[in-house]
């Protein structure tokens, strides 16, 4: 899934200063999973916002509304009477949902309350990490399901750099070393004449700036 | 392939090889590149200049390497993946082979968090030894996409290895990928632990690599016990305890940590497949034509110039 986090309130409350009625848009999706945008966050950012006004004798309306994904054009509809009024829209949702949202209302701005951080999953309760990059030409079939494009710290595709130290990766935050992982899950099984093959160079126009996009027909209407 | 490398040359008549490294400056002036050039050029074979080492901004190795050759010595252009991209490092090269350098060596480079300016988007396009194979295929002709080089780059291409970051067989196996992609010699991670080295080059005398690349060891001359135990600090260096209490119970350092480096020389000669060393004398540029006298080294061979 999509993995966010919230932005500091500072610069949200900023963006907010002088606008009375503001719309704060939650996702059900991913974001809602990894705890920044869902319901709960929606009402947290709203009541900050009505605070900040009240601060300086100000009045402000906070319109909350959530779908169930942002990311999904169709959803958003139940948002337009309430940007009908809003003059701004903080949206919780990743990315992908902030520019729906401004393209379906370009008149007004759209700000992101988020960041988006990265494609991961959560381990255990609390801890969210990173497993790819979205490369576009996806390689785990030859590392032994270990992504080696977003766990080592330099994205290597031919083992390791002279750098880790105890099997941990030279740029710390007690992180393995990816290819140390990549090692002993081929050693575990029996595959590591494969780490001899020397990978190409990989082809990043497939990670490419500009749009991707994925067609399939026979979904299409 | 044959290059107009000095360095190349005295490894294929079997001398044992003397490098060492010349830190271009933080600044824009190449006088302290050509002092130390002019101080090396006449006790080692061929002068390393490092790219950006640490990650931290210094002169670009290019033109630091053209001070070198101006001062009559041999550089070999250190060349990482983590700045450029693959058009970068082939133009690069082209340019470097055309000012006249002879020896390229190719790294991934420490990751730009450890320098001046780690918020750097670091590029890491390729890893080194596509980077070893992409030097190669240049100087054979091609460039990345297949189009023709005219006329190629001549060079002798380098690569490194740290035998120390474990686990062994991983090491190993790395150093064959880079021979295999066309690597001739090979400069390694500065030895301390003798006994893990000696390991390391078992492992790839028993692969048969000794015969196919010429390996280099690395030679930190420590300058006080304070710097060692900061080398020890480095990711993935491997410094025993016995030799940093060595250095502090020494009444002059300085001279000590010469001393050490002219006792690892010779015992390094003494290893199988050794077939020269690499002195990185950090910001100490001025030890290395000591070093070299005393662990016996001069006169180096005599290779004609061009
Ligand atoms: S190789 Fe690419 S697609 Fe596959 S997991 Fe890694 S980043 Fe994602
Ligand atoms: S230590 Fe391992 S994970 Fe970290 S950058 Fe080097 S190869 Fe990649």
Known sequence: MIVARRKPAPPLLAAATGRRTV?????????????VGGEREVRLLAAQLELAAKRLGQKRTVLRATVAR????????????????????????CGVGVQ?????????????????VFAGGSPAAGLWEERCRMCGECVLGETGGICPVSRCAKGLLNGPCGGSVNELCEIGHNQPCAWNLIYERLAGQGRLEGLTVITPPKDWSRAGAGVRSVVREDLMP | MTTPSNLQRVLEQGHFAVTAEIGPPKGASGETVRRHAALLRDCTDAQNVTD????????????????????????????TTRDRNRLALQSDLLGAASLGIRNVLCLTGDHQKFGNHPQARGVFDLDSVQLVGLARRLCEGRFLNGDEVKPPPELFVGAVENPFAGPLPLRVLRLGKKIAAGARFIQTQAVYDIELFARFMAAVREQGWDKEVSILAGVVPPKSAGALRY????????????????MKGAADQAREGKRFAVE???????IKGVRGVHIMAIRWEEAVPEIVTEAGLLPRPHADKY
């Open chain 2, 52 to 79: 950006n080492q640490s990650a931290v901004v210094h002169m670009c190795s290019l033109a630091a390497a053209v001070h070198v050759l101006q001062a009559g010595g041999e550089p070999v252009f250190q060349l």
């Open chain 2, 231 to 246: 080398i020890s600090k480095v990711p993935g260096m491997v410094v025993p305890d016995k030799l940093i209490r060595r």
């Open chain 1, 70 to 93: 942002q990311c999904d054009p169709g959803f958003l509809s139940s948002f337009d009477s309430l940007m009908e009024q809003a003059e701004a829209c903080f949206s919780l949702g």
């Open chain 2, 264 to 270: 690892l020389i010779r015992h390094l000669r003494t």
């Open chain 1, 23 to 35: 719309l704060v848009a939650g996702c059900k999706g991913c974001v809602a999973v990894c705890g």
């Open chain 1, 100 to 116: 729906y949202m401004a393209e379906r209302y370009p008149a007004k701005p759209v700000f992101p309350a988020v960041d988006t």
